[in-house]
């Protein structure tokens, strides 16, 4: 990593060698605070009378009015301290505070960098409006295509956060009031002073505020389920403390809103409308910004489902669920301007066939060596992944067939390139086993194998003849919840991050009364649960400590040098291909046009990929060169770690060409060939360390 030195000039009456100082590091003899910040205190204007009338209104007695209020107060604790928790991760880890606009967009990797470039578009635009339309108009993101980017993408968290950034920004320009600070940063080095800014009126200081508040805010979520759940209240910080390391800790700059509002269904015998119409809005807010929402969802349906088989969830309970999930899916089907995606997933397909398991269950209990609870799973299992194909088939679809395939590969040894795009990632691999031994060193695994053998236990068949409780549907739900993130995370490791947060709310429960009880009376039991909790903090506080000890910086001048050469020598029209993160890149600070990028759900997307990708492997170079013209290509970033990295046998890029291509096996990689001389195929015009830049030939009429 290049060191810097930061230096803050002349924005103050400071002497010189304040100036010299980093705006991190406090100069001798003064405050530790780095700049002054805005202070102010809260206060409560609501009268007493209010405050009863409000508790009237609710129905609560002064006790639970207390609880509640308590309640609530550790939940705003709990979500100032894990935004806190996360933004200073995030500012040591990469100096955000201190980098330019240009390292602030590039630090946006992958996809979020190219999230950010539309949620840049539309703050750059002359207003909202005209902003919207070049985001469903766009000419940049696929040349020659003009899609509807709200269709393709999961872009509404940015248009709202955009929406957001013109309407503050608008408001505190009216009235004068400055929203950033910016100073001249010396990078050392030989490199060229930066300007950077901070504050809510930079765009990328804005963005990832938004994004931390909502983190914030989701864990303040799990902390009144969790109480909620357990009917206590300490459990839930403390678990939320020592399992932090396990959560992300680097956000995801498009982070889905979790459905947590169907947890609390189970608990409730007879939902209300109010209920309903809260569970579509949270099933909603969780569809819109994420495109593998649809698992979550499909897992929450099969748990609803099996809790319905097993006797634990009422019928016309799991109809209204099944309704509002339906309603749910249409909205987004509209908002999303007809996604396709959308109506030929598993989760849609499971919503239809659970009707249908219902409708068939008649005329399958004539089968004597199952029961009814075993058919009717089996009818729901055999009828979505029926209906999933011929969906697909009907309608023509096939933008989400890697998924299929992917599933494929995880039980068989099927393989294609776009599997192996997928497979060769760490994130899309089977769950490693460091994350199983950090469960079992913070006691986060045996709790939850406790509870949900306790729970088993309380609710065996033998006991399902009797009137079930509500808390015993809200117990088996979360039970089977957890198996299913469980099943997900091992198979795909990315969605671990959904199996952390439900077992700190499962793990909860070891405060419950219904489960913990036999252990005697409750002061016995919180004194068990606060020795459990101590041997938890210990990992969780060594975990804590590593975490707050990373200093990083982020830095990355050769993809710095190519950003800039290609803003100051090439036209505003120049066509750029290469590999999914750098295009995100381009796209995001140069405004080039690109073919492709790293959102991978769409069939046409991949194909393209497929062809730009044909750099890396061991075709001729004119067949590659034919490629490029066809995309109308005019420059190429080649990248030789590309070439080269291998993350594990049968993972380089060469060797994932070879499952494509067997007839060119054992042929030397044509990038190998080109990054030693790029003639006669292209010309290089611009090269360092990284990055190699290759003028394509125009394409004659007969290519395209």
């Not at 100082?21 to 910040?37: A, E, F, W, Y």
């Not at 935004?83 to 990797?109: C, I």
Request: charged share 15%; net charge positive; proline share 5%.
């Amino acid at each position: 990593m290049v060191a810097k030195t930061k230096k803050q000039t002349g924005k103050s009456p400071a002497t010189q060698t304040d100036r010299d100082r980093s705006p991190l590091v406090s100069p001798p003899g003064k405050s530790n605070v780095r700049r002054p910040g805005r202070e102010g205190k809260a206060f409560n204007s609501t009268h007493s009378n209010g405050l009863s009338g409000i508790r009237h209104k609710l129905g609560l007695t002064p006790s639970a009015a207390a609880k509640l209020g308590i309640t609530l107060l550790l939940a705003a604790l709990t979500g100032y301290l894990h935004w806190y928790h996360l933004t200073q991760l995030f500012e040591n880890d990469r100096h955000f505070s201190h980098l330019s606009n240009l390292e602030k967009e590039m630090a946006f990797r992958t996809e979020m960098g190219l999230y950010y470039s539309y949620y840049k578009t539309i703050i750059e635009a002359p207003s909202f409006l005209d902003g919207l339309h070049m985001v469903m108009n766009d000419r940049l993101t696929e040349h020659p295509l003009v899609i509807n980017t709200l269709k393709r993408f999961n872009l509404y968290p940015e248009v709202v956060l955009a929406s957001w950034y013109r309407m503050y920004t608008g408001v505190m320009a009216y009235f004068g009031i400055p929203t950033k600070m910016c100073w001249s940063i010396n990078r050392g080095e030989g490199l060229t002073p930066v300007d950077s800014c901070e504050g809510m009126g930079d765009p990328a200081y804005f963005y990832v505020t938004c994004v931390f508040l909502l983190n914030g805010m989701m864990m303040s979520i799990f902390f009144m389920y969790g109480s909620y759940l357990s009917e206590c209240l300490y459990m839930c910080f403390l678990t939320r403390l020592n399992t932090s390391h396990l959560i992300s800790v680097t956000p995801s700059l498009s982070s889905p809103f979790p459905p947590i509002c169907v947890s609390s269904l189970p608990r409730t015998r007879n939902p209300s409308r109010t209920a309903m119409v809260a569970l579509g809005i949270s099933n909603l807010c969780f569809m819109l910004p994420w495109q593998f929402a649809q698992f979550v969802l499909l897992t929450q349906v099969a748990s609803l489902f099996a809790s319905y088989i097993l006797g634990y969830l009422a019928a016309a309970k799991m109809q209204s669920i099944l309704v509002t999930h339906m309603i749910t899916l249409g909205v987004c089907f509209v908002l999303m301007f007809g996604n396709s995606m959308l109506l030929t997933s598993f989760y849609a397909s499971s919503l239809v066939s659970i009707w249908v398991s219902w409708r068939l269950l008649y005329y399958l209990v004539f089968v004597l060596f199952f029961s009814i609870q075993v058919m009717q799973g089996l009818a729901w299992v055999c009828s979505t992944v029926l209906l999933k194909f011929l969906l697909s088939t009907v309608l023509g679809a096939s933008d989400d067939a890697h998924i299929s395939g992917l599933i494929k590969s995880k039980f068989t040894s099927y393989k294609d390139f776009h599997t192996l795009m997928y497979t060769c990632a760490a994130e899309f691999d089977f769950m490693e086993l460091e994350t199983p031994v950090r469960y079992l060193k913070t006691l986060l695994l045996p709790i939850n194998v406790l509870v949900v053998a306790l729970i088993a236990g309380r609710v065996s068949p033998l006991k399902t003849l009797a009137k079930t409780e509500d808390a015993d549907e809200a117990l088996v739900y979360h039970s089977l919840q957890l198996m299913a993130f469980a099943v997900l995370a091992i198979l795909i490791m990315r969605l671990k991050l959904f199996l952390t947060p439900h077992m700190c709310i499962m793990a909860s429960l070891i405060c419950s009364r219904q489960l913990f009880g036999w252990i005697g009376e409750k002061f016995k039991q919180h004194t068990v649960v606060f020795a459990v909790l101590a041997i938890m903090a210990i990992q969780g506080m060594t975990n804590l400590q590593a975490q707050w000890a990373i200093i990083g910086e982020f830095s990355n001048l050769p993809q710095e040098e190519l950003l800039d050469w290609i803003q100051e020598n090439t036209r505003p029209n120049a066509v750029f291909a290469g590999a999914m993160p750098t295009m995100a890149s381009v796209k995001l600070s140069t405004g080039r046009p690109i073919v492709n990028h790293p959102h991978y759900e769409d069939a046409g997307l991949r194909e393209r990929t497929k062809l730009v990708y044909s750099m890396y492997s061991r075709m001729s170079g004119e067949t590659v060169k034919r490629n490029l013209m066809k995309l109308g290509v005019d420059f190429f970033i080649l990248e030789d770690s590309w070439c080269t990295r291998r993350t594990r046998p049968g993972c380089s890029m060469p060797e994932i060409w070879d499952i494509e291509d067997p007839q060119n096996v054992g042929k030397t990689p044509l990038c190998t060939h080109i990054s030693r001389n790029s003639r006669p195929h292209f010309t290089t015009v611009f090269s360092n360390d990284i990055y190699k830049v290759l003028k394509v030939p125009k394409a004659t009429k007969d290519l395209r």
